[in-house]
């Protein structure tokens, strides 16, 4: 469970770095290869993804083929984790809560 706690922290690095104001290469670069690493993808695949982060720093675009992998590692990942590493509550705790305020001390 711990692992996939980090897998999911890292994965909202990527997710942050890519839809900030700094998007810096590098920290895509080592995020993708830091999960890559984590769930201990085969030589190939490795390869591809490296590949595929060159021809984004050519191209000055992120490789549609990274960020897909990297919605394919969320997927992967049990929800609760991945959710908990964004930060989104479970929606069940927020209706308990909802549940126990009363009118009158409104």
């Known amino acids: 469970m711990s692992g996939e706690v980090y897998q999911a922290q890292v994965l909202r690095n990527f997710f942050d770095t890519i839809t900030g104001t700094d998007r810096n290469l590098t920290r895509i670069y080592m995020c993708v290869m830091s999960l890559a690493k984590l769930r201990m993808e085969s030589p190939e695949r490795m390869t591809f993804l490296v590949d595929q982060l060159r021809k984004s720093k050519q191209k000055r675009e992120l490789s549609v083929d990274v960020i897909d992998y990297m919605c394919d590692v969320a ?7 991945v959710q908990t590493a964004f930060g989104v509550k479970d929606l069940n705790a927020v209706a308990d809560e909802f549940s126990g305020i009363s009118l009158d001390s409104l």
């Open 75 to 81: 997927r992967d990942l049990e929800l609760v984790t």
